[in-house]
Nanobody, 122 residues
């Protein structure tokens, strides 16, 4: 079993930055992929970024490339999503998730956190 706890959400003005954290606990993560997804009201959950825990391979959605980065701290069992140049359309609940495969598809992720709200004002 894997437990994921997100933190770092909040209200920020357009153009600002936020860093989300996802603290992971439970079974060994060495073979896992940790991902970030987001869901805005009335919209489907969408892929944002993922990182392979062991080798650090990353992938980001086109909509956030150049603005967001994903990283990990193995010693702290924590994954970060650094968000910059935020836009109102980035407003959503952001979820951390864990999968045994590298994927941008939400259904491939078996473990999910409770989510953290990010609101970007114009």
């Amino acid at each position: 079993q894997v437990q994921l706890v997100e933190s770092g959400g909040g209200l920020v003005q357009a153009g600002g930055s936020l860093r989300l954290s996802c603290a992971a606990s439970g079974r060994t993560f060495s073979s896992y992929v940790l991902g970030w997804f987001r869901q805005a009201p009335g919209k489907e959950r969408e892929f944002v970024a993922h990182i392979s825990w062991n080798v650090g391979y990353t992938d980001l959605a086109d909509s956030v490339k150049g603005r967001f980065t994903i990283s990990r701290d193995n010693a702290k069992n924590t994954v970060y999503l650094q968000m910059g140049s935020l836009k109102p359309e980035d407003t959503a609940v952001y979820y951390c998730a864990a999968s045994s495969v590298r994927s941008s598809v939400a259904s491939r992720y078996a473990y999910w956190g409770q989510g953290t709200q990010v609101t970007v004002s114009s």
